[in-house]
């Protein structure tokens, strides 16, 4: 399906992250036997398999585009150790996002930026990973 209005594209989004987290919850249990917080696919194998293939030192800076509510960067930051912008363009997503973060005890390692990734805020080689899951489902 082809969205011609960039605007309609993003409403469908915020109207996807504005349902109830029990709702998203229940279906996380039922699909991957656990709750990630996850907004795609990627189930907590794929997560650690993103998660090794990260090259860099414990404190690398990781940029993780579409992170809807922090999955993976949350898992990133706190068994990588790495600091993670996490990225996306709806609103509701980064505060879920950030509540993630809290929950994981990783809120000092990460920080919410909306945007997208056509049109980054930061200088050339900032950072030393960049990550995106489900970003084009």
């Not at 399906?1 to 349902?19: C, F, H, S, T, V």
């Not at 987290?21 to 039922?30: C, D, G, K, R």
Request: proline share 4%; net charge negative; glycine share 12%.
């Amino acid at each position: 399906m082809r969205i011609e209005d960039p605007g309609e594209l993003i409403d469908r989004q915020a109207a996807k992250y504005a349902r109830p987290m029990s709702a998203w919850t229940v279906l996380e249990e039922a699909a991957f036997g656990v709750a990630l917080g996850s907004n795609g696919y990627t189930g907590l194998a794929q997560a650690k398999a993103l998660l090794a293939a990260l090259a860099g030192p414990a404190s690398a800076r990781v940029l993780d585009l579409g992170t809807g509510r922090g999955w993976p960067a949350w898992l990133i930051a706190q068994e990588g150790g790495h600091h993670v912008v996490a990225m996306d363009v709806p609103v509701g997503a980064l505060h879920l996002a950030r509540d993630a973060f809290e929950t994981a005890g990783v809120a000092q390692r990460t920080h919410v930026c909306a945007g997208d990734g056509s049109a980054l805020p930061f200088v050339s080689g900032f950072f030393d990973a960049v990550t995106h899951v489900d970003v084009l489902c």
